[in-house]
């Protein structure tokens, strides 16, 4: 069973930074896309950034030019460096990939996995 483990919220000031960490663990597989998503209390989870196993990035246009998502696939790992903190950043910060195991990755079947969160603080 593959697993994502997040790292690195916590409690910032408003124009302060924090950089998240997420973490792939498993038998014999491998990771398609990374991304990541956000809660904030009482409203919907949103996309916040993706990265393709290429290196392609998206993001969502209220993040855009503040956060940088990046991956090192030796590690299998997923970051996102958050700059100029805004209140409205607010959330739980969840992890997310596409994989593939074994012949799945042969018949390009994935399956999808989520982090437990991590909280993200920004005061003001």
């Known amino acids: 069973q593959v697993q994502l483990e997040e790292s690195g919220g916590g409690l910032v000031q408003a124009g302060g930074s924090l950089r998240l960490s997420c973490a792939a663990s498993?038998?014999?597989?491998?990771?398609?896309?990374m991304g990541w998503y956000r809660q904030a209390p009482g409203k919907q989870r949103e996309l916040v950034a993706t990265?393709?196993?290429?290196?392609?990035?998206n993001y969502a246009d209220s993040v855009k030019g503040r956060f940088t998502i990046s991956r090192d696939n030796a590690k299998n790992t997923v970051f996102l460096q958050m700059n100029s903190l805004e209140s409205e950043d607010t959330a739980v910060y969840y992890c997310?990939?596409?994989?593939?195991?074994?012949?799945?990755?042969?018949?390009?079947?994935?399956?999808?996995?989520w982090g437990q969160g991590t909280l993200v603080t920004v005061s003001s």
């Open positions: 990265i393709t196993s290429g290196g392609s990035t």
């Open positions: 498993g038998n014999a597989f491998s990771i398609n896309a």
């Open positions: 997310n990939a596409d994989y593939c195991v074994r012949f799945g990755c042969l018949a390009d079947r994935y399956r999808e996995v």
